[in-house]
């Protein structure tokens, strides 16, 4: 086995959101509108980070939707709501997820998945997406009490691991979350997904890829 524990981030990185654009059609006429929605559950995130609120991340998806729903004078029912959030549980992998996984697998590397997602929800996308087996734990933030990019989650689950956080490189396509993780003291990899750019502000990291693919390649190079 590895030194380096790889550590993915769950939605966007590994599990496609464009499975929830026929819900946003089919109760606002407009699946762009997921990017607004999933952009606004980020940044209220990222404010709950901030003022230290604690909250599950698929309470700030149903308020989001609800606000959306308002702005955009849909007026969701409750169960519509419920039925868009249900649908993040059904997500597909990207195309370049399995054989990633599966090459980062056959080089003896452990992995595991670190979600703002609580962990009954974590754990039903990973395995209806087929590919909780990869994985040698899934950790969620709700452990910790706080929500990626909080410095609280990432020494969480170095102490989880039992591990030291320099052992450990977080995967995802999020600027935030790596950023996060890199002033915690991780090592980092992005991957571009599209609609996700780097933060211009911070420094590129020293693995930086269009796809999971050319990613794990570069990995098994640093990290072997």
């Known amino acids: 086995m590895k030194n380096t524990i790889l550590t993915f981030d769950v939605n966007e990185t590994l599990l496609n959101l464009d499975g929830l654009k026929i819900k946003f059609k089919k109760y606002f006429n407009d699946e762009n509108l997921l990017s607004e929605w999933f952009g606004s559950v980020i940044n209220s995130a ?19 939707l609800i606000s959306m729903s308002e702005k955009y004078k849909q007026n969701l029912k409750n169960d519509e709501v419920i039925e868009i959030i249900t649908t ?34 974590a754990k039903q996308q990973l395995t209806n997406s087929k590919i909780i087996d990869y ?25 989880r691991m039992k591990c030291s956080i320099s052992s450990m ?53 640093r990290d072997s």
């Open 46 to 64: 990222f404010l709950c980070t901030i003022v230290n609120e604690q909250i599950d991340f698929s309470e700030v998806g149903k308020k989001m």
């Open 88 to 121: 993040m549980r059904n997500l597909d992998p990207h195309n370049d997820v399995v054989e990633s996984l599966d090459l980062l697998k056959k080089n003896k590397f452990k992995m595991i998945a670190l979600t703002n997602s609580n962990i009954e929800s």
């Open 135 to 159: 994985f040698d734990q899934v950790i969620s933030v709700e452990e910790f009490n706080a929500l990626k990019p909080s410095s609280k989650v990432y020494l969480g689950a170095s102490n």
């Open 169 to 221: 490189r977080m995967i995802a396509c999020h600027a935030w979350d790596l950023i996060g993780a890199s002033k915690s003291g991780m090592k980092v990899a992005y991957v571009q997904r599209t609609g996700q750019y780097w933060n211009p502000i911070f420094s590129k990291p020293e693995i930086f890829e269009n796809n999971l693919i050319d990613l794990a390649k570069k990995i098994i190079e």
